[in-house]
């Protein structure tokens, strides 16, 4: 399992054992791991003493947690009043269309994962889209392909360097 | 200089007093030039998704590399939204106050140049007022400023959020070192009273109210009592709370520590919403600071008071903005409501009495103790005191952030502050209140912007999102977009809410597809008013609102849907059809070329036509159209 340098014991450890640090704890494995496993939930639920089938109620409840993992690239596409009334759905549309997934799912080969959110603030752009940490102002179908078709070039290229060396 | 050894960023000193607040404050003054050249970058979340941070880092690579002519070495300061975050990236150059206006990283050189070494001003970066044509020079001249009224935003986009010195420079914690050591914990309860405010978040309860519930619930079931804050911004286009949190998190700090004093609160919570991480980074750097300057923590200023808080990070759940629902996730658990007859200032976060106000409530604080409720309730209107904060977005030109006196008539905030909807057409409607709000027409543009005249238009003020809409919008789109979102939202609890708006949408669904009768619209309206009547709590309960407010001034809409089969705004898929105008389509392929589907045919330089049956309607041609050729009808 990727660890991003952070070993589960010590994300376990940073919070009191108490049941109202479910939510921290979950937190802090979802942005080390990018989900939840079940070894990790198991800890977690152990750590702050509450049943399993809480510990899943909670992760199933709150949109932000992940039972599986995600793809290599999270593509993000802002559904909020604004960006809905200037053609966010169209993009999302577009964007199942051409992964061939639908939204909140992650491709097979595990390149892209699909979310929509509702508003991240930035109505004055409206459409946005979010490609991993990168915000895409007045998106528009044709500039995320172009931005995809990018993504895959350059990871490419990295991957082929990585086999040279 | 006495104490000039203090460096005042970096080594931390306990305050022990008001007066050492004050000698520090003095101290901050004295040491910084108010001529001091200074390039202001907006950091807010607007500037900075279209690209703020690559302009603040030209700016300190080009005056390291250029190593400035001027006589000081400018100051580079990032600070909250300026609130024009459509006219974004901003940068202002103090001290003259410069404003310039979508700023590139490739503009940085000739700033540097021509306004910090040369002193003159770069022309085309410079707003120009669209009526007369003529050039703006600094930030107060905009018309989109002028009407303005900052109480709550007072400091935001001035102040460097994450240096508490901006903050005490600023008069920050003023009212809180007055509080504790003039005025009595009731005191401060009276003059919030007296103030008039009520509650930013929604349902515009009075604060002073609440907090004197409070305290009579205290009397009854003694100690502890937590103080919360409610960042759970949750209302989709609405970001007031957001660029507050971000921009300037002490002021939402030092109210909570206000509340918490007039309450006896040692213990309190900031539950914001995860989908804002720069806000819960500058609240947390506002903690740890205040906390080291003995403004947060044990036995604040030395006044024998203590009381601390902590962040609760949301995880996803629009529910959790509503008050019952938001104690739950903070112990813990998925965030359900209970019943309302409950009241959360006696059995509130661990069954304990709580007060729970929204960020903008808790930012209104410090002015009304600093400067007077006397002062305060003379802003705004009768019953609807102060300012407001709005997130105006949409179909109009100036689309950002603005706060204003309550009671502002909505066609001065569309028309004169948001310059009117872009190519000069009146607005449709103006969405209010976000998913529990409503939708007020265009003929009721004179009604003014305050709890009790928006609640009597059908619709109500919610946190302040302020949705213009246009003729290209469609109001049955719109509602059933709103509903939509709260059905994937409602937590389940309740079956009205369950089950009640998921029927609501599918009838809106066949609406949009241009089934249904006069019947069906009546049939929603009234399990519309039963969902009103049934539901649990205030999700449900005002979930029909953008419903029965549509139906109530656009019915004429919903009967083109469904006895026309036709969508006059040319949004419902079903309803419409893509066509190109072989007068002005020039035969450029480009539209061809990008049809997902390849139903668009036709020869080079000759008018292409598409294959209405295969037509998914995704607009990407009309999108991809250089020459507006593509049409919907």
């Known amino acids: 399992m990727e660890n991003f340098g952070v070993q589960i014991d010590e994300i376990i450890e940073r919070y009191p054992d108490k049941p109202e640090y479910l939510i921290f704890l979950l937190q802090d494995i979802q942005s080390s791991y990018g989900y939840i496993s079940p070894e990790a939930m198991q800890l977690a639920c152990d750590r702050t003493g509450v049943p399993l089938t809480q510990g899943y109620s909670v992760a199933t409840f709150y949109q932000s947690f992940r039972l599986d993992p995600s793809g290599e690239h999270e593509i993000r596409v802002c559904l909020g009043t604004a960006c809905h009334l200037k053609g966010g759905q169209r993009l999302v549309e577009d964007l199942e269309r051409r992964l061939n997934i639908k939204a909140g799912e992650t491709t097979a080969d595990m390149r892209y994962t699909l979310n929509t959110v509702n508003c991240v603030g930035a109505c004055a752009l409206s459409p946005v889209a979010i490609i991993d940490d990168e915000y895409h102002p007045n998106a528009t179908a044709r500039k995320l392909e172009k931005r995809l078709n990018a993504l895959d070039q350059t990871d490419a290229a990295d991957e082929k360097e990585a086999g040279h060396a | 200089m006495h104490n000039s050894a203090i460096a005042v960023k970096t080594e931390p000193v306990r305050l022990q007093s008001a007066e050492e607040l004050n000698a520090l404050r003095d101290r901050i003054i004295a040491e910084r030039d108010p001529q001091r050249l200074e390039v202001v970058v907006c950091h807010g979340t607007g500037c900075l998704a279209s690209g703020s941070a690559k302009v603040s880092q030209a700016f300190r690579d080009a005056l390291e590399t250029a190593g400035i002519q001027a006589k000081v070495m400018p100051g580079i300061k990032t600070t909250g939204c300026h609130g024009l975050c459509s006219r974004g990236p901003l940068v202002v150059i103090r001290p003259q106050g410069l404003f310039y206006q979508r700023v590139q990283p490739k503009d940085v050189a000739e700033i540097v140049q021509r306004t910090l070494i040369e002193g003159q001003a770069v022309d085309r970066l410079l707003y120009r007022n669209p009526d007369t044509g003529d050039l703006v020079f600094t930030q107060d001249d905009i018309p989109f400023y002028k009407l303005q009224e900052r109480v709550v935003l007072r400091n935001v986009g001035k102040i460097d959020p994450t240096d508490i010195s901006d903050t005490i420079e600023a008069g920050g914690y003023q009212a809180l070192a007055k509080a504790l050591t003039t005025m009595t914990p009731e005191q401060v309860v009276a003059e919030i009273e007296k103030s008039g405010l009520r509650g930013r978040g929604g349902a515009g309860f009075s604060t002073g109210r609440k907090w004197r519930s409070a305290l009579s ?17 949750g209302d989709p286009g609405a970001f007031m709370d957001c660029a507050v949190m971000e921009g300037d998190p002490h002021a939402v700090l030092e109210g909570l520590i206000i509340g918490a004093y007039a309450l006896g609160a040692e213990n309190g919570y900031l539950y914001v919403r995860a989908e804002y991480p720069l806000a819960i980074r500058h609240l947390e750097i506002a903690m740890a ?3 080291a300057y003995g403004l947060l ?7 024998g008071f203590s009381f601390d808080a902590r962040i609760n990070r949301g995880a996803g759940a629009f529910v959790c903005g509503e008050s019952t629902a938001l104690f739950t ?8 409501p209970r019943p309302k007859y409950i009241r959360s200032v006696e ?3 661990w069954g304990r009495p709580t007060v729970l106000n929204n960020v903008e409530t808790w930012a209104n604080v410090p002015p009304i103790i600093a400067r007077g409720a006397d002062w305060y309730n003379q802003i705004g209107v009768p019953h609807s005191t102060g300012t407001k904060v709005f997130s105006l977005v949409g179909k109009v030109n100036n689309v950002g952030l603005v706060e204003v006196p309550m009671g502002l008539p909505l066609s001065t905030l569309v028309e004169k502050i948001g310059g009117g909807v872009p190519n000069g057409k009146p607005f449709k409607a103006v969405q209010t209140g976000g998913p529990s709000g409503g939708c007020i027409p265009y003929h009721l543009k004179d009604t003014p912007v305050d709890y009790d005249s928006l609640v009597a238009a059908g619709s109500m003020m919610g946190s302040g999102g302020m949705i213009v809409m246009d ?14 979102f709260l059905e994937e939202e409602s937590c389940g609890k309740c079956l009205p809410c369950r089950l009640g708006l998921t029927r609501m949408r ?3 669904d066949s609406f949009s597809k241009g089934v249904g009768s006069e019947q069906d619209i009546a049939d929603l309206t009234s399990l ?11 999700l449900g309960a005002s979930a029909p609102n953008p419903v029965l407010t549509t139906i109530r001034y656009f019915k004429e809409e919903y009967l083109a849907h469904v006895q026309d089969h036709r969508c006059p705004a040319g949004v419902c898929k079903d309803l419409i059809t893509y066509a190109i105008d072989p007068a002005l389509c020039t035969g450029c392929m480009t539209c061809a070329r990008q049809c997902p589907v390849q139903c668009i045919s036709g020869k080079k330089k000759q008018p292409h036509v598409i294959d209405a049956e295969k037509c998914l309607r995704c607009g990407i041609c009309k999108e991809s159209c250089k020459f507006g050729a593509v049409l919907i009808s």
């Open chain 2, 217 to 233: 619930a205290i009397k009854k079931k003694g100690r502890p009592v937590y103080v919360v804050v409610n960042g759970d911004e």
């Open chain 2, 289 to 291: 600071q205040a906390r």
């Open chain 2, 297 to 303: 923590g044990e036995n604040i200023l030395n006044s």
């Open chain 2, 329 to 336: 996730s903070i112990e813990g658990k998925p965030g359900n």
């Open chain 2, 347 to 349: 059995e509130g976060l």
């Open chain 2, 471 to 484: 003729d290209s919008d469609c109001v049955v789109d719109v509602a059933r977009y709103f509903l939509h």
């Open chain 2, 506 to 508: 599918e009838i809106l």
């Open chain 2, 528 to 538: 519309a008013q039963a969902i009103q009547d049934g539901a649990l709590c205030a």
